[in-house]
């Protein structure tokens, strides 16, 4: 946040020093990729778990299925 708001000078009532901006600033684009990765992990994450669920819900309807006809 801190590299992103230039204009933010105090934060949770400690003022933000020029080497803490420039610190910031520095870790940025890593804390980004960190991010973007978590985020395309997390959505991987969710495609399986939305598969497992779709598959659970369909041996539950085959089951059903089976034993209405009985």
Request: proline share 3%.
């Amino acid at each position: 946040m801190i590299a992103r708001l230039p204009q933010v000078d105090m934060l949770d009532g400690v003022e933000i020093t020029r080497s803490v901006r420039i610190q910031a600033t520095q870790q940025l684009p890593a804390l980004t990729a960190e991010l973007r990765e978590l985020a395309k992990k997390r959505a991987e994450r969710r495609v399986v778990e939305e598969a497992e669920k779709k598959k659970e819900l369909g041996e539950k309807a085959e089951k059903k299925k089976e034993r209405d006809e009985r």
